[in-house]
């Protein structure tokens, strides 16, 4: 049997008590630390403390594994009861998806756990879940690779008056060039991509496309660590949020489209100030 279990946003309390019975009945546990992380999956005793919960050892299955070796995972679980632990919700990205038609081809039984993810805990925000349109993802820039395909979906939603949750990149066990060039991977240092430098590049696009989907005086807010203890959110124009100090990772982006009255009065509990342009809010 294998096992997908969410955990959830914020640390390794969040799992359900049906992934936590699952979890703990599994031979072997392994957790993706690709497409998104805990706040336990940046700290360096991360493991322990689920393993301290468990009861278990957890082997880490970083984009190598998840990507072009699951077939090890899957080996495990054919012959044994396995988990797989995945942060937010188990259908939260396309690899997980993956995962599941190959087992079943397999012939190995799956069996999910949900949980929630920023899909649906943006909703703290204050606007509505039903008004929000296709999801994207703001890659990093490099000097040779600038991306812009979600400027258009950017561009559709608001047209339609929807918001726009803007995923922000995480770059974990990434190949340098350098390295894939000489054939033996070296990878470059971890980086989350921050609110302010998704404004700054999402600004070029818009600089550049001349298209008028949105501009510095377009309403946003930023959320920071959602899910966790000390999450910070600020709504505010583009500009305003560019100043804004929103701590450690991870930080997500939505562009807000037609607000409703009820939206907006979320919205001001959240109002950009210089009172938190530091701090937890």
Request: aromatic share 8%.
């Amino acid at each position: 049997m294998l096992y997908i279990v969410g955990l959830g946003l914020g640390d390794e309390k969040d799992i359900t008590l049906r992934g936590l019975e699952a979890v703990k009945k599994c031979d072997k546990i392994f957790i993706e630390a690709y497409t998104s992380l805990l706040s336990f999956g940046i700290s360096s005793d991360g493991l322990s403390t689920l393993e301290k919960l468990y009861g278990k050892p957890v082997t880490l299955a970083d984009r190598e594994t998840v990507e072009e070796r699951a077939d090890q995972i899957l080996t495990a679980a054919a012959a044994s009861d396995v988990a797989f632990l995945v942060v937010g919700d188990p259908f939260g990205a396309t690899t997980h998806t993956d995962i599941v038609v190959r087992a079943k081809k397999l012939g190995i039984d799956v069996k999910v756990v949900h949980n929630a993810s920023v899909m649906n805990a943006v909703g703290a925000c204050g606007l509505q879940l039903y008004h929000y349109g296709e999801t994207v993802s703001i890659p990093f820039f490099s000097n040779t690779w600038r991306p812009d395909s979600f400027y258009e979906k950017i561009q559709k939603n608001r047209a339609l008056g929807l918001h726009s949750l803007c995923l922000l990149d995480i770059r974990v066990k990434e190949p340098t060039l350098e390295s894939l060039c000489r054939g033996k991977k070296q990878y470059e240092p971890p980086r989350y991509m921050s609110i302010n430098t998704a404004i700054e590049q999402l600004l070029e696009v818009e600089h550049n496309r001349g298209e008028s989907a949105y501009n510095e005086d377009t309403m946003c807010v930023g959320l920071a660590r959602l899910g966790s203890e000390d999450q910070k959110i600020v709504s505010g124009t583009m500009r305003q949020l560019r100043s804004v100090d929103f701590g450690a990772p991870l930080h997500s982006l939505v562009i807000a489209g037609k607000t409703h009255p009820a939206e907006e009065e979320m919205l001001d509990f959240y109002r950009h100030s210089e009172e938190n342009n530091h701090g937890t809010v």
